[in-house]
C-alpha cells in the first residue's frame, strides 16, 4: 500500500510549479488509505500573510465550478480556503478551524465536488457518494443552498437530510440517488436503520461545525454514522474549536491529519464592542424594547424555548418585529422565522442557543444576551452572529445583582474586557450602542 507523502506545516500560499495541472483542471482519485490513525499530528498554525493570495484556479479549483463562483461575485478566496484547499484537492484528511462565517462551506464543498467528479463513480440508489454532517436544519439548507448550483455545473444531485419535516421527499430523493447528503445525525440515523441509506459507497465525509454537533449530545450518532462509512474515503472536519470530543472524533476517524487554523481557538471577534448592562431585574424588558426598537437589525439570546417564546411577544406587543427561533418550533415555522430575519420583515429574532451556530444572516448590528449563557464557548458562539465578514457589531449582556459573579467568570473564561455600566431605561449609552 502507497505511503502517504510526507507533508509540510508551512500554510503559506504556493506557487504551482511547472508541470503542475493547469486552471480547471481534477484533483487525483481518492487514494488508498492506511489502517493505523493517529491524533492530530502538528498544532494547527494560522495562516500568515505572505504576498497576494492564490485565485481559486491555482489551488485546483475546476473551470466549471470558478465560473460559478466569478458569477456569484466570489473572486478571491477566503483565507480558510487558501490554507485548506491544496491538501483537501490532493484528498488528504484535514482539520480546518476558523468562526462561523470565515468560509468554512466553500473550503469543504470545492474540494468534495472536485475529488467527487474525479472519482471515476457514479451515483446509485440509496448509496451516496458524500456525507456532510451538521449539527441544525437551518445549517443543512444553507450548505445544500450554496452547493447546489456547483454540484449542478458537474452534473451532480444533492439532498437534505433532517428531522422535523416528512421524510417522502428525503426518502424520494435516495431512491433517485444522489452524489451529496448534507445530514442531520439523527434522521440520517433513522434512514440507516430502516435501509433507506446505505454509506458503503461513500468517498468524501465532512464535518461542519464538528464541536456544536460535540456540544448538542450527537457524539455518539456521529461515532457510529462515521463508523458505517468507508476507512478509506477522504474526511475534512470544520469546526471553531477542536478540542475536548472534537478530538475523539479525530483520533478515531482520521488518517494523519493535517490542521489548519484561522483564528485563534477562542478569540471574539476584534471588530465586537462587549458590553455589559447592570440593572435591575424589572429594567430587563424595558431596556430589551428599547434596544430593539433602536437598532435595525437585532438577535436576543435566551436560555430556555420557553423564555424566547415569551420574549418575542412581549417585544411584538411593544411595536418591535420579532420572530422566535428554538427546538419547539415546526420546520415550515423556522424557515418563516428565518426568511424573515434575513430579508428585513422582522429586525429582532430571538433564539435560544440553537441559532447561535449555523444561521449565516448578514448585517447582524446587535447581539443581545438577555440570559447570559452558562458556558463561554456559547458566548462566543452568540456573540459570532455579529461582526461577520469584516463588519463591526456590538455584544450587550443584560446583568442583574445575581448575575455579577458568574458573568465576570464567563467574561475572563471567554477572554474578553467588556465595559459595564449601570444603566437605567432611557440612558444616554442605550441609543449611542444602537
Not at 451515483?123 to 437551518?138: G, N, Q
Amino acid at each position: 500500500m502507497a505511503r502517504r507523502r510526507q507533508h509540510s506545516h508551512d500554510h503559506r500560499p504556493r506557487a504551482i510549479a511547472p508541470g503542475s495541472p493547469s486552471r480547471g483542471a481534477v484533483a487525483t482519485p481518492v487514494r488508498a488509505r492506511p489502517n493505523v490513525r493517529p491524533a492530530i499530528r502538528a498544532e494547527a498554525r494560522p495562516v500568515v500573510d505572505t504576498g497576494p493570495l492564490p485565485t481559486f484556479a491555482e489551488l485546483g479549483v475546476p473551470n466549471a465550478l470558478v465560473d460559478v463562483l466569478t458569477r456569484q461575485g466570489i473572486s478571491a478566496p477566503f483565507p480558510i480556503q487558501v490554507a485548506t484547499l491544496r491538501d483537501t484537492m490532493a484528498g488528504l484528511d484535514v482539520l480546518g478551524r476558523g468562526k462561523t462565517g470565515s468560509g468554512k462551506t466553500l473550503a469543504f464543498v470545492l474540494p468534495m465536488l472536485t475529488r467527487l467528479a474525479s472519482s471515476g463513480q457514479r451515483r446509485r440508489s440509496l448509496r451516496p457518494r458524500a456525507l456532510v454532517l451538521v449539527p441544525t436544519r437551518e445549517l443543512a439548507n444553507q450548505v445544500n443552498v450554496a452547493m447546489q448550483p456547483l454540484a449542478a455545473a458537474l452534473g451532480m444531485r444533492t439532498a437534505t437530510v433532517f428531522g422535523g419535516v416528512g421524510a417522502g421527499q428525503q426518502i424520494a430523493a435516495l431512491r433517485a440517488g444522489v452524489d451529496v447528503v448534507v445530514a442531520c445525525p439523527g434522521r440520517l440515523e433513522d434512514h440507516m436503520q430502516s435501509g433507506r441509506v446505505v454509506l458503503d459507497a461513500v468517498e468524501v465525509t465532512v464535518l461542519d461545525e464538528a464541536d456544536h454537533m460535540c456540544d448538542l449530545g450527537f457524539l455518539p450518532g456521529v461515532v457510529r454514522i462515521l463508523g458505517r462509512t468507508p476507512s478509506s474515503c477522504q474526511r475534512m472536519l470544520f469546526s471553531a474549536t477542536l478540542d475536548g470530543a472534537v478530538a475523539s472524533i479525530v483520533s478515531r476517524f482520521l488518517t494523519d491529519p493535517v490542521t489548519h487554523s484561522v483564528d485563534a481557538v477562542e478569540a471574539p471577534v476584534e471588530e465586537m464592542d462587549h458590553h455589559v448592562f447592570h440593572l435591575a431585574a424589572e429594567q430587563r424588558l424595558p431596556i430589551l424594547i428599547e434596544l430593539t426598537t433602536l437598532s435595525s437589525r437585532t438577535m436576543v439570546f435566551t436560555r430556555t424555548k420557553h423564555r424566547a417564546k415569551s420574549l418575542a411577544r412581549q417585544l411584538n406587543a411593544n411595536g418591535v418585529r420579532a420572530v422566535e427561533m428554538h427546538g419547539n418550533l415546526a420546520q415550515n415555522a423556522r424557515e418563516r422565522n428565518l426568511s424573515a430575519f434575513a430579508d428585513g420583515t422582522a429586525s429582532t429574532m430571538v433564539a435560544t442557543d440553537i441559532a447561535a451556530r449555523g444561521l449565516h444572516v448578514d448585517d447582524v448590528r446587535l447581539v443581545v444576551h438577555a440570559d447570559p449563557p452558562i458556558e463561554h464557548k456559547a458566548y462566543l458562539h452568540r456573540s459570532g452572529r455579529t461582526a461577520r465578514a469584516g463588519a463591526s457589531g456590538t455584544v450587550i449582556t443584560l446583568m442583574t445583582d445575581e448575575q455579577v459573579r458568574d458573568v465576570a467568570a464567563l467574561a475572563r473564561k471567554a477572554g474578553i474586557s467588556p465595559t459595564t455600566t449601570k444603566v437605567r431605561r432611557g440612558d444616554p449609552i442605550i441609543a449611542s450602542l444602537c
